[in-house]
């Protein structure tokens, strides 16, 4: 059974930090891109970070270059996504997912979807 599940979220105050993880299973993790989106309510899901299942690259949302940092460790199976200096309109539920292209920072071009985890950032 394949599982992506978030975690770290919560609330946190503007300026502040959070990492969250995404440990994945029931797949082969090496072959699969994991990027991290994020949706807050009322708006479209988009794409915040993503890491290549082939070269290990990365791409990163003009929104939160500079401030995120996606990491992977393949031997937990496991994507993080550090985010510092965090803002009140990073207030999202944030989701990983897992795709079978090299990369995409497109929802429809992901297979696998985790629960979701709530980031809240106060002002």
């Known amino acids: 059974e394949v599982q992506l599940v978030e975690s770290g979220g919560g609330l946190v105050q503007a300026g502040g930090s959070l990492r969250l993880s995404c440990a994945a299973s029931g797949f082969t993790f090496d072959d699969y891109a994991i990027g991290w989106f994020r949706q807050a309510p009322g708006k479209e899901r988009e794409g915040v970070s993503c890491?290549?299942?082939?070269?290990?690259?990365?791409y990163y949302a003009d929104s939160v270059k500079g401030r995120f940092t996606i990491s992977s460790d393949n031997a937990k199976n496991t994507v993080y996504l550090q985010m510092n200096s965090l803002k009140p309109e990073d207030t999202a539920v944030y989701y990983c997912?897992?795709?079978?292209?090299?990369?995409?920072?497109?929802?429809?071009?992901?297979?696998?979807w985790g629960q979701g985890t709530q980031v809240t950032v106060s002002s």
């Open positions: 890491i290549s299942s082939s070269d290990g690259s990365t």
């Open positions: 997912a897992a795709s079978g292209l090299p990369w995409s920072v497109l929802p429809e071009e992901y297979d696998y």
